[in-house]
């Protein structure tokens, strides 16, 4: 193939390269993710009162607790997306931003090898390996800028060009107001502080990038990450959120890895390709290896982290594909690229239409997981509350209802023994009947075959006013205002 056909062939690869990640992300279209709901609902009262909350205003048995609202631009963001765009903005948000993480760790790879169909090949095994993370929630603003970050260190360590460092605390500015990971991108300044220092004792490999710029740049953006509602609070915050391992155990998100699935595996081949890739290093790389390290801890500790493995395993095998013979002379020039990325986004516009991806379809979808029309019965009853709900819906509960709940999606605000107490009440373990929030509680709506369901069907102090096959609801005749027997 001549020089000219293959780089039209690269064209077309990178363009599905580019689309396949966000397409898959669109085929799936989540919208009825139970923590956007939450996300949602506050950053509509942030609309609203021009005001970033401090204290709770969403949960009954919390109310006025603090409570800092520590993700208050995406939650702004992403409500200002669905109020333009209805549900399909939910989808669209997503989409979106696994474009953006694609298009960002296409980038990081291609500069880093020299053969093109190894970039393709890596870029997707780690999208594809982060697949379960692809829906709408802060997190894909964390995995985007952390590949940034990486991105600009690998050059400066490579080139000894430092001017892209400059974009570090601007990321991080932005990133302290989007999600509380930016901690995450903290540590990784740190092994790249770390690297030059163990240099000058003869520790590595050395590279282009010293330790008074990389000391200028970790300082830079933590004084960056402070611009923010809560200031330098904003470190307490997220030692707070790390400080409940209990939460780990409880929340299927935060578990470790299960591997049940192809993305599972694909990690773990990611992981002992990279783990290949270091042995076989003929100097020791310390950024590399910290970076690779941090992120198997955070990685097997917790799958929603599985993303860190995915881009550190990326960084190190790009850097061990040889590159092919000639490949300098069909390498695609950067309007080449641009020219495919736009393409791609082409092909996801059009997705939308050709997946029927609509309100109404989303509509249906979030009627097959959350109590759509057991809310709506709720409200046209004008039953009393105080609610007590299941943690799965508490987040739909605060949109819809406009209501404070008994519990929602917000684990670590809640803690352990309080999630705990839950658990066992809707498990009707023993002594359910002693938890203070049921006791209460005039509205008590869950899933139909929740346990704690089938026993209030035979206590007289409850009456159920509704029920289908995913929800029922009883009201406490105690309440005031309950319908009478």
């Not at 790389?285 to 995915?310: C, H, K, N, P, Y």
């Not at 881009?311 to 790009?318: E, K, S």
Request: glycine residues 6%; proline residues 6%; charged residues 15%.
């Amino acid at each position: 193939m001549s020089p000219r056909a293959d780089r039209y062939a690269q064209m077309v690869a990178l363009a599905a390269l580019l689309a396949g990640p966000a397409i898959m992300c669109l085929h799936a279209a989540v919208a009825n993710d139970p923590d956007i709901w939450w996300h949602l609902r506050t950053g509509e009262w942030i609309t609203q009162h021009r005001l970033i909350p401090r204290t709770d205003i969403f949960s009954g048995p919390n109310a006025g607790k603090p409570w800092p609202a520590y993700s208050w631009l995406f939650e702004v963001l992403v409500f200002q997306i669905v109020h333009r765009l209805g549900l399909v903005g939910i989808v669209s948000y997503s989409v979106g931003m696994v474009f953006a993480i694609t298009c960002a760790l296409y980038r990081l790879v291609n500069r880093l090898s020299g053969d093109f169909t190894g970039t393709a090949l890596l870029v997707f095994a780690s999208c594809f390996a982060m697949g379960h993370l692809y829906t709408p929630r802060p997190w894909l603003f964390t995995i985007l800028f952390l590949i940034l970050e990486v991105d600009i260190l690998m050059q400066a360590r490579r080139t000894g060009r430092l001017r892209g460092l400059l974009w570090l605390p601007l990321i991080f500015a932005v990133w302290s107001n989007i999600h509380i990971q930016f901690i995450d991108g903290l540590v990784v300044l740190g092994l790249a502080l770390i690297e030059p220092v163990a240099a000058l004792r003869g520790i590595g490999q050395k590279t282009r990038l010293g330790v008074a710029p990389a000391a200028a740049v970790l300082g830079a953006s933590t004084l960056a990450t402070m611009v923010n509602p809560f200031g330098w609070h904003i470190f307490r915050v997220a030692y707070d959120l790390a400080a409940q391992p209990g939460v780990l155990d409880k929340i299927n998100e935060l578990k470790a890895i299960p591997f049940r699935d192809a993305a599972d595996w694909t990690i773990l081949a990611l992981t002992l390709l990279a783990v290949a890739a270091l042995a076989r290093s003929l100097s020791l790389r310390v950024f590399e290896v910290g970076l690779f390290a941090f992120a198997i801890f955070t990685g097997f500790r917790s799958q929603r982290d599985v993303w860190m493995i995915a881009i550190a395993a990326a960084v190190i095998l790009a850097a061990a594909i040889p590159p092919r013979q000639n490949q300098k002379n069909i390498r695609l020039r950067p309007m080449a690229m641009a020219v495919a990325g736009l393409v791609a986004a082409v092909l996801l516009i059009a997705g939308f239409r050709v997946m029927k991806v609509n309100d109404a379809m989303l509509e249906r979808e979030i009627e097959k997981t959350y109590p759509v029309h057991a809310v709506a019965a709720i409200q046209a009853g004008h039953y009393p509350g105080p609610l007590y709900n299941d943690f799965n819906w508490g987040g739909y509960l605060i949109w819809t209802l406009r209501m404070p709940v008994a519990v929602d999606g917000r684990a670590a605000f809640y803690g352990d023994e309080a999630l705990n107490r839950s658990v066992a009440t809707w498990n009707a373990e023993p002594d359910w009947n002693k938890d203070p929030l049921l006791q209460h509680a005039g509205i008590v709506v869950g899933p139909t075959k929740a346990a704690l369901m089938q026993v209030l069907r035979m206590d007289p102090k409850y009456r159920l006013v509704y029920e289908d096959k995913k929800a029922v609801v009883f009201v406490a005749l105690h309440a005031p205002g309950a319908p009478q027997r």
